[in-house]
């Protein structure tokens, strides 16, 4: 029994129905002619593994002059009984007149003729057989329907271009899905079909709902969008909830997708394996999931599983069908899957029965399939699950082990530091207040490096003349800037400088001193140059490391680095005053004074350290000048550069709230911050001093000015002057975004930190040498003191300290030597010493102290 | 762990959009979301993988067909870079502009990762020219990707559309990248000024530590090879400032001091390698939380590899002891031959790296170093033992007899059987090479034993050592040896010359003078000329009381020495430099005074 390509196959309680037309007497004349349709009820047996036939039917047709076929089977209910029943649509073409009618499959094998209709042209497109049973077509973008119940052909009043689906929807009966250009009523707003949707693709869904002749809104099923994609719709679950209807349904598109949407909104979506889907049939399996058979055009058919997510869980190629049924009566669903075998075309003979799971039976072995590691993916999951299980337990109890062993740790150390404590305190129990005096004697070997500094500056000071180079004034806002640029040896000369205006005119009623901040702004005219040096010159070989025994490198290095911290560019002092106030006198006209304590290096005590007060000279105000923009600050943009004179600069910084942040970034390279400087704020550089950079950004930041210096590749200093705090958060907020997310932002309370630690090392150095200067004073000292602290000097210089300590001979030299310096210096502290003279050292080393915790403080 | 887990899922679920996407027809309006879900779900990937980007980027080019699909136009049959084309020269709606841009930035990325700078190059030549047709870039001297990349305008970012990371992130990673990538370019290809300068530039981009101490290191390199030691040292401190874990800095550090002769400070830097080596780097933290494109993952030549190949701590111990040895710190040298032997002992296969790129020389000789080294320290029962060890291993694998022949001599290229003569070569310089530390062993052995005063027990090692070197045979004595082997040839003929002055002089010390002469002259037809075994037959002469014949000998000699003083051809094995220094021949003096006393004399007798 060969199966040809007209036969139909349907699967029904489990069984396979074989439709087969034939013409039992081929050799007799055609006017004559019956045509028989057989079928065949096949089963299952599990046994031996094979289809076997339970019984057989037979309905012979008289077919003078005209054509039988069958036209599609499906499995309706018959509205009489209620009863679901195979059902066969026949044709029957005698010249242009074609009947149609359709047959109904009794359990005993009997044919019954349900009905039938005419038409003079062949049915076509979209042909479904459903309750009723019924048969709809669509012919010339109409839609027509026939019932056993009517009889009668019956079209809708739609125009439409394709049938996706058709089926029963709670409460609307039988309702055709279907696919139609769009209408567009001219006011829509409602019903989530977007305006966009419809200019850009031009077709819709609807719905239509034969029993009652009404049409349903497509968007309840999937958005207008896919309309011209969809090829074939299933729809899983339909239900009304508050009157609305909710549905669930899978659809297959040309696009090679399979989508899953619920009430209208896609929420999966898997790819195909293969081009042109053309069907999509549900199957309940053992391991209760939903398994979607998709076949194609080709004759491929794939399935799609639904867990987590949509996954293609097989495919097979040259499918001639594929039935879903609980074929081997196990309960749930199977697939049945026969091959087109172009050797064997037994029918039945080459099938497989799967479900994806347990159950795989398969027969011959011509038959194709694609995926072999997807077939044993119930078994390799279960290996897998079984193999991680170990490991989780291996993890589990390595975990376990490891924490034991931490606990193991931390009680060693527990106990080393319970060891240690003991230790040390045992040992300062033999060795009280030893530690003390062996302290202070190992300083002595500095040599009174201070002394040269000290000289070095103290020269400079001596010329009082000329120590104003420059006085100047520019408004800023609301405020008057008043400069003096001091000359820079004058300056070194200097501290607490502050500048003060007082009116040159006698007005009795009102103070003559004007309120004013002063502020000392210093300019680096250097650049500041990160780069790598230059390419092309190599360098000498690196020096060899300083070493701070030997005296001579002390001095060379000592006032080198002391210079770098001071002379590196002109300071010039400012005052800052409200400026209206001074306007109500319209013509004004003041003396500006530079205070400042000038310094005795020579000697050291700070009570001779002297104030003075300098006059730089006077300004004039008067209102005409300001309306005239004469004292205005004028800064523009000239290509990449910033025009504006240093005083400009000056006072833009000196009426600005400065604010410093250490940017440090853990990993990446900071480029980032001058590129927002220089492309979203648009930022030019000033021509006198290139490392501060002028915002020309309109709006609030415009006037802000900016100074960023790279310490290293991933640490830099950004400085920002700005008028107002909402300013600075204008410039933070939008540098954030510039920022790498790993970057740290600190804001520094005052200077940077490079040069507050230099300042610290200075302050402790000082502080040091205070104290031994105080130490050895030359009214305390016994005329041999000076030898032997030079000789204690001398002994550490000759011998360095690390060679001394690698051997025990040296340790003990070293002890030795450290035995004798206690003693001397024991004998220096028992030494008398006058009050007043007391009362100075105490006095300079409490100074020397504060400034030191004042750095201290600045620097945390 | 979490982070990884969070990542993959937001890669998944923006592959999942872009799926819904994708499964609409291609339409204008959408097109600007869906190539903005291309972008970032590109990123994604990128970022759930954290690994060096490779192939093309399927995403993209799917994005670009689409464009075409909603232009009605069609390019499946096109490539990448003529797709881009096609739709930048195509394609002038507005709204898409931006986010091509960004998406081409991307490809640039992916190009840039293959090596494709050609590809780079041409797409972001379109991607200007879309923008403002006519403008000419690529100014006098600077490279003409890099100012191409710069040149291009970074389309601003649209606050409706979020990205993962910016396109003018991408635009500092992509300059940063092909700067770097065109450095290593050009020093491989020998452009050192110009791969200099390029690598100046990427070390001024934006980067991470990684790659900046990376840069730093190539830069090291490449100063280096341009003979600037003192600059490279200068990059490679940066770079170890920069990220100490960039060891690989560290010890092209110890080979620029190497070639400065500075061995202290070599060798401090090697050891610090090796302590630096044996701790176990701390985990690299935030580095890949922050951005998902990184100039790692674009940066993958072999060169940077070969440049940045991480030293295993067993060749750094072997360095220090080589270098060591060379320098005659034989206390530290032998120190680290047995903390590297030790080494050898925890495993072979863990502790030595076994790809060829490896510093190390072959094991038996590492041994025959150590025994050197021992030697030297005056440990030489330790350095039998050590020697023994070698001898014991090699004992089987050498043949009875050893044929070097003429045929081998000129493999024919075009024969079929010349990568069955080349297999046999190979196994035949196999042979000679296991031949050589056997022999040396034994060699090592004997002059240790002359050391400790047992002549007899050296004269039976020094025999065993000619003995095994008549193994070797070689086809006709005037011909030369092939060029493939013939560097094992002449050690092998070093050795049995060393090994005959050995027997020779513990002859001598035994008193077996004869023997003695035999040996020497035997070591002269080996090696004529040679100062040492010259010196020791004029001697034995002496002794014998053949006293014409050793002035005539010395006369000979010292004609001829001054010139063939210096080692001429390839120099020795390290493990044999000892035992020639021990063969030198340490009475010139009052032998030549005896001698000259002797011609005066004779002389006197004549003309008397």
Known sequence: MLLSEQDQLLSYNGEVLVFQLSNPKPAEEADDKTMNLCVRRMAFNRDTKLFVQKSSGLLSMRASHSKIEMVCCSCTTDSRTGIILPCVLMKKKKRNNIKYFVLLLHSSNQFEQSFYFKLDYELKEDIRLFAGPSVLWRHTNKLFYISSNTCVVQSAPVQLSSVVWTGEIVGEGTVVLGIRTACLPETEDADGCSVSDRAIWGSEFFGYAIQTQKMLTGTCFMPHAYSRVVSSVHICKSERWKKQLRISLVAITHKKQLIWFQSGVPKGVCDLPYEKPCSVNPAVTSSNDLLFVVSFASGNSCVVQRRDCLQVASKWQKVKCVLVDDFIGSGSEQLLLLFKDDSNTDVLSTFKITDLGEVNY???????????????LQENGLLTVRALETRLQAGWTSVRELQQHLGLQKRVILESCRALIDLVEERTHVLPNAKEEGLVSLWDDVENPPHSLSKETSLASEVPEHCTEELWQRVVG????????????????????????????????????????SK??????????????????????????LDLHSKNDVRKEFPKRSSRIQLDGAKTVTAVTSLSPLLAFHRVCCVVLLHASKQNHQNESLQQSKKITVLCGKILLSLEDISNGRYSVKMLRDNSHCTGSVEDMLAVLAVSVRFSFQI?????????????????????????????????????????????TLKNPFEGLLTIFCRNLTVLFQCLHSLTRVLPPSCRVKLLRSGSKAVLTEQLALALEKEMLTWKNSLFLKETKAENSLTWGNESGKKINNAPLASLLDTEEGVQQFRKNLQNEREESVRSMNQAINGALYQKMALKIAEAQLSSDMTVWRLS | ?????????????????????????????????????????????????????KGEAEGIRQGLLRVLEACGACGQHLGTEELWQKVLQEVTVEELQAPLHRLGALQAAWWLAAGRLGSVAGLFELLSTAEEPGRSHCSEGQNKLLSLIKAWRVPPEGASLPL???????????????????????????????ALSLLQEAAGGFCSKKILAQIYTCLGCCAQRMGKPQTALQHLKRALQVDFQCLPALSHAAAVYHELGETDVELQALTLLYEALGKNPPAAASSSSCFPMRTELLVHTPVLTSLLRHQHPSEVKYLLAQRCLQDGRVADAVEHYLDFLSLLQEGLQQQVPLDGSSALPRIPEVFLEAASALEQAGR????????????????DLVPRVLRVEERLEQPECSSPGAELAGGLLSQKKESLCCLAWRAAGYLHQGWAWAKLGESKEAVTQFSRCLSDLLRL???????KPTENLQAEVEVLQKIRLLSLIGRGMQFLELGRHKEALLDFQHSLQISPGDPAAASYLVQTLWKLNRKQEAAAQWQKLSQSSPGEDGQQGRPLPLYLVLCLEQAMFPHSEPLARSIQDYLGTAAQDTSR
């Open chain 1, 362 to 376: 398969a027969s011959g072995i011509n038959y194709k399939h694609d995926v072999p590691a997807a077939e044993g």
């Open chain 2, 164 to 194: 993962v990371q910016s396109a003018k992130d991408l635009k500092e990673i992509l300059c940063t990248a092909a700067a770097f990538l065109q450095g290593l370019q050009e020093l491989e290809a020998g452009n050192f000024p110009t």
């Open chain 1, 520 to 545: 000392i702004i210093k300019l680096n005219k250097a650049f500041s140059s990160l780069a790598v040096s230059s390419s092309q010159i190599e360098p000498p070989p690196k020096k060899i490391k």
């Open chain 2, 473 to 479: 045979q070689l086809h006709g004595s005037g011909v």
């Open chain 1, 664 to 708: 440090v970034s853990s990993d990446c390279t900071l480029t980032r911050v001058s590129s927002w400087l220089q492309g979203e704020m648009e930022c030019t550089p000033f021509e006198e001093c290139q490392d501060n950079i002028f915002c020309h950004k309109a709006g609030d930041v415009h006037g802000t000015i900016f100074n960023w």
């Open chain 2, 1 to 53: 762990g979490e982070a990884r887990q969070v990542r993959r899922q937001q890669r998944d679920e923006f592959g999942e959009l872009l799926l819904r996407i994708r499964g609409l027809p291609a339409a204008l309006p959408a097109l600007p979301l869906e190539l903005t879900v291309i972008y970032n779900s590109l990123l994604f990937t990128v970022r759930a993988s954290d690994s060096a980007i």
């Open chain 1, 478 to 517: 609301d405020s008057l800037v008043v400069g003096v640029k001091l000359t820079e040896s004058f300056y070194l000369s200097l501290s607490d400088v502050s500048l003060s205006l007082v009116m040159d005119q006698d007005f009795s009623s009102i103070s003559p001193i004007i309120k004013c901040q």
């Open chain 2, 380 to 395: 030489h029962q330790d350095a039998i033992a050590v020697c023994e060890e070698v001898i014991r291993r090699t004992a």
